[in-house]
């Protein structure tokens, strides 16, 4: 899969088959969405492209408003990948590009920039400034310039209820991995490479893997049962913070801090991916060094006594898993 940040030079332009949005966890929606844009690009002999935005507009336009993202770009690009994309443009949101009319849009965009020959889009898509281009305007520039378009419905569950992103951060926010799970399609899980922290989890008798969300609202937090894989042949398991660390450091840095269990090696600079299993509290500020190593000591006593009924790579979530998935 090749990964454009912006529009493609005038070398590397090819007709594609196009979809457009934010992807925000790849989930069934998105799955569908995506396998109807491949059939119908194998149809007209084509390559499946998907347009995304980094920032969110929402984050552009609103940064306190915007919703918690589910995925980093990188997990992002790796499902895209997964699910048959070809090529992805991430284009930067910002005003200028914010401020094109929906007619700018298509011609220096889907004609002039992508190619585009045909195209896919979600019910609730619109482009262009303020939002002005719909799917009637967006059809009838196809029939000018020589692309169709097609409009794929929502996608719901087997209980009637639209597949969102917006649902799964609700799963995330109340720490039901279960459901979120089942939008996704697959246990949630955050990957990125192990840097170096402040070794206070080493000091206090809790070593951990350092992992730095981009982020400044993830949509999970807390204090959660993982499993990390890419470390070995086999899943491992482990407790891991996903937040502030309030006690620690007041910076308003998120990370993501993983102590393995039964594990003890160098793993600084590779890549992992860790998928959260349960989630068993709140982070919480303490009074004391003392009082957080007691709360940890608590956290891994849960984690051991979860793993005690679920073997790691077992599948808790419903959703088989390997421990090289994803890492590439």
Not at 18 to 37: P, S
Not at 205 to 222: E, S, V
Request: proline residues 5%.
């Amino acid at each position: 899969m090749k990964v454009f940040r912006g529009l493609p030079n005038a070398e590397s332009r090819a007709p594609c088959a196009l979809t457009i949005g934010n992807f925000d966890g790849v989930h069934r929606g998105h799955q569908a969405l995506l396998a109807r844009v491949r059939a119908a690009a194998d149809a007209r002999g084509l390559p499946v492209c998907v347009m995304t935005f980094e920032p969110h507009p929402r984050e552009f336009f609103n940064p306190a408003a915007a919703p918690p993202r589910i995925a980093m770009l990188r997990d992002k690009l790796e499902a895209l990948r997964d699910h048959g994309v070809d090529r992805v443009v991430v284009e930067h949101f910002n005003h200028s590009f914010a401020s094109q009319s929906p007619e700018t849009f298509v011609e220096h965009t889907l004609v002039g920039g992508l190619h585009t020959r045909w195209m896919m889009v979600g019910d609730d898509f619109r482009y262009g400034a303020k939002r002005a281009g719909t799917f009637e305007s967006l059809r009838a520039a196809g029939e000018r310039h020589g692309f169709d378009v097609e409009q794929m419905g929502t996608i719901v569950d087997p209980g009637g209820q639209r597949i969102s992103s917006s649902g799964v951060r609700a799963a995330l926010a109340a720490g039901d991995l279960a459901t979120a799970a089942q939008a996704l399609g697959h246990g949630y899980a955050i990957s990125g490479h192990v840097t170096h922290g402040l070794k206070l989890g080493r000091d206090l008798g809790f070593p951990t893997l350092n992992l730095p969300i981009a982020h400044k609202r993830p949509a999970l937090a807390g204090i959660l049962v993982v499993q990390v894989h890419g470390l070995g042949d086999t899943p491992l398991p482990g407790v891991a913070s996903l937040g502030l660390r309030p006690t620690v450091v007041d910076s308003g840095r998120v990370l993501l801090e993983v102590h393995l269990l039964d594990w003890h090696g160098d793993a600084y600079g590779k890549l992992v991916r860790v998928e959260f299993l349960k989630k068993l509290r709140d982070e919480a500020k303490f009074d004391d060094l003392e009082a957080l190593s007691r709360a940890i000591a608590q956290d891994v006593a849960n984690a051991r006594a979860y793993f005690a009924e679920h073997a790691p790579g077992s599948c808790a979530t419903g959703f088989s898993t390997s421990a090289t998935d994803r890492i590439s």
